[in-house]
């Protein structure tokens, strides 16, 4: 073992290896609890400035043109948020949100400052295998916890849903099919590899133990989001690497494992049925429509500027009183669970501009030929998809994960014989010699 961690640590400098033991932190402790995240980003912003005092060498060298501007798209969305202040109603509660929102500017300025390209792309799969691990260990102690409940008389329904695990189950559910995602994008690459054919079944269930939890968690984003995932990496396998009859075999799979859900939860899927009936019958369906629809006709108001941070509640409160929606003023605010209209509502079309360019950018890149990306690819379908049904850059567990996990992706690989440098698992761009 510990011949094993010197070879990985081997390329390093002590400050890079002390600067990657704050990246193992941060991936850790974002699923564990927000606020050890938050203690991780602080630990990992010290290493990044000790990094740059004792290497005496600030920025990033590594990165395409490309990464750069995704990472200073998310600075300025930021910073638009930040600046929405000055007009919002609200300049206290305003000024408060963009310190909550500090991490989109300070996640990129260490992936901007920290010179990163002494990292191989081992250093970023293990990255993902730490994700993975974090949570199919979080899996197995809440199905410990929730078995010592049943034991002690706990009906089986409460042991579902938010039952199971205290953690919202729409930010959990963003996690777990991230980690699903990542690791696909491993498995695949690496899938004929000698070393690699005892492992990658251990990886494959692991998937399957991932998926698993965030059905029992009942998150119906999560279905959508993860279905939408299975197309992704479905439209892979069958377009890019050719491979017809593997995709046709996991099609069949994922089939089955949908009617094995479907057998095993048929509650989760009725809601989306009922929900999908009620909707295309012209009523709400869902409290989302209404939040969204209430959201949209104050969007209608302020369209180029939007409102500021925090500036539109009263008038939110207000529509959800006049369509007799009572969660959403009592007993506590609710946002419109929509990151798109939450932006709209707060600094107009430049902020909707930002949001949308920050995350076509790398993926545009990944497209492109000799630059690909693929798991860029699957987490921004991932956290492009929650950012639809929940305000994932306003709360710390979300805002954390996708910052974090947007700059790790990005992050430039080792320089390789043939003259290419390849990004996070991706294949390589081209540098000068």
Known sequence: MGKMIKRFFADMQWYDAMWYVAAMLMTASVPID?????????????????????????????LSRWAKAGLWLMVAYYALCAASAWWSSHPADAWQRAVLMLPMAALPAVFLLSDLRYLKRHHVEALVFLLAGVLTVRFAVMAARAAVRFATGTP????????????????????????????????ERHWAEPCWRRWRWVAVADMAVLAGYMV???????????????????AHMALVRKRWAATGICALLLLAGVG??????????????????????????????????CGMELVAEHPLTGWGCDGYWP????????????????????????????????????????????MLVPVASAFVRGRRNLPMVLFTIVYGGF?????????????????????????????????TRESATGTGEKVER
């Open 34 to 62: 927000w606020n050890a995240g938050v203690w991780s980003l602080v630990l990992l912003c010290l290493a990044t400035v000790v990094k740059c005092v004792a290497s005496r060498r600030a920025g990033n060298r590594g």
């Open 156 to 187: 089986p329904s409460l042991l579902i849903d938010y039952h199971f695990d205290p953690l919202h189950h729409n930010y959990l559910a963003m996690y777990l099919i991230t980690a699903i995602g990542l690791l696909y994008a491993i498995v």
């Open 216 to 234: 029992i968690m009942g998150s119906r984003s999560g279905l959508v989001v993860m279905a939408l995932l299975a197309l992704g990496c479905l």
């Open 260 to 293: 094995t859900t479907y057998l095993a939860a048929p509650k989760l899927y009725w809601r989306i049925v009922y929900s999908a009936e009620k909707m295309l019958a012209g009523e709400p369906g869902d409290g989302r429509q209404v939040m969204w629809q």
């Open 315 to 358: 008038e939110l409160r207000e529509r959800y009183r006049a369509h007799d929606f009572a969660e959403g003023y009592e007993p506590e605010r609710y946002n419109t669970h929509n990151m798109y209209l939450e932006t709209l509502l707060m600094t107009g079309a430049a902020g909707l501009t930002l949001l949308v360019l920050m």
């Open 387 to 419: 950012l639809v049904f929940e305000v994932m850059l306003g709360r710390q567990m979300g805002l954390l994960f996708i910052c974090w996990w947007y700059g790790v992706l990005l992050a430039p690989h080792a320089t390789a014989a043939d003259g």
